[in-house]
């Protein structure tokens, strides 16, 4: 079989790095996104971080203020563009409140989690903006381009939050059979050298968020920062409980809320509900128990976002050059 020609929109041929910073649910804030797209990657947050629902409408002119400000006065540098996750689950009840703001801002790239639908991405589309839609095996990846999405973000084993039990591996040379278009990897990805073997997989690429959690900017607890520093992979959990989904999440945090990490219960898929924040369990959970990848490792300290985005940087250049000189 022939693998399809690759391509990208216009907007995501802008970006100079090949980084996309993940939204962090709770923790990415206009700072961060700001941040994150100045140094060269492409910025995101969930809208449903905004509350309430008004305040979706302040921060995106908070960003489109900072980045028009940014290129007017770097344009040899111009930032990054931005992008706006939609949980786009039945539970969303703020789903056409969102997509209404994003479109008075012309948000130029939508990540879609939690459901590909027709609808949002051609809403989406309307007003000249790419659709990124995450997904956790091919099946999923074909039902989100049959609906209509631009690009996919296929979730592999060892992301944080949500993730699926795919290799990467697998995920992308399943999914570059057919697919040509954008695709952004994500799981366990926190190096350059990281970065640089995602493209070689096959992805266009890097989706990167735990390593972001560690940064000055992010809206989280510093106890939560610090974990990150002083954990490694066999520190992570996969479990529903949280949810009804199943993702990673940090011992540590589940053992201060006093719960056992090692014998979680199983939770009902069915009570799912992201507009609220409640999944079964109490809203304390949402605030305490913390999200968190595989790829921790590689964080060491808690800095800003611009100093992180350039280790990245430096790594790639030095993972490449340790290629060519082989």
């Known amino acids: 079989m022939t693998a399809p020609a690759r391509s990208l929109p216009p907007i995501l041929q802008k970006i100079d790095f090949p980084v996309i910073g993940s939204p962090l649910f709770i923790i990415s804030n206009p700072k961060l996104v700001i941040a994150q797209c100045i140094a ?20 995106l002119a908070e960003i489109t203020e900072a980045l028009a400000a940014h290129d007017k006065a770097h344009p040899d540098r111009p930032a990054a563009p931005f992008a706006i996750n939609q949980i786009v689950h039945k539970s969303n009840d703020r789903l056409e ?11 130029p790239i939508t990540i879609t ?12 589309h309307s007003w000249g903006g790419v659709v990124l839609h995450d997904v956790i095996n ?8 049959e609906k209509g999405a631009d690009g996919l973000i296929p979730v592999a084993a060892g992301a944080g939050g949500h993730a699926s039990v795919k290799s990467p591996f697998a995920m992308i040379q399943e999914i570059r059979e057919w697919f040509g278009g954008p695709v952004a990897l994500s799981g366990s990805i926190a190096s350059g050298g990281a970065i640089l073997a995602a493209q070689a997989m096959g992805a266009d690429f890097a989706y990167i968020g735990s390593a972001f959690i560690a940064t000055d900017e992010a809206r989280a607890a510093d106890a939560y920062k610090e974990m990150i520093t002083t954990s490694n992979s066999d520190d992570i959990v996969y479990s529903n ?8 999440y940090l011992k540590g945090s589940i053992r201060n809320a006093g719960m056992d990490p090692d014998n979680l219960p199983q939770s009902d898929p069915s009570k799912m509900n992201f507009s609220s924040g409640d999944s079964g369990v109490s809203a304390k959970a949402w ?3 913390w999200g968190c990848g595989q790829g921790i490792g590689a964080v060491r300290e808690v800095v800003p976002a611009a100093e992180l985005i350039a280790r990245f940087q430096r790594e790639y250049a030095e993972a490449k050059a340790r290629i060519c000189a082989n």
């Open 40 to 59: 060269g990657v492409v910025g995101s947050m969930p809208a449903l971080n905004a509350r309430p629902a008004s305040q979706l409408d302040e921060w």
């Open 97 to 107: 409140h969102d997509l209404q703001i994003c479109e008075k801002y012309k948000v």
């Open 138 to 145: 091919n099946v999923y990846a074909h039902k989100a381009i």
């Open 241 to 248: 409980f949280y949810t009804g989904v199943h993702g990673n």
């Open 113 to 124: 989690s939690l459901g590909a639908r027709e609808d949002v991405n051609q809403a989406v």
């Open 287 to 289: 605030k305490d128990i």
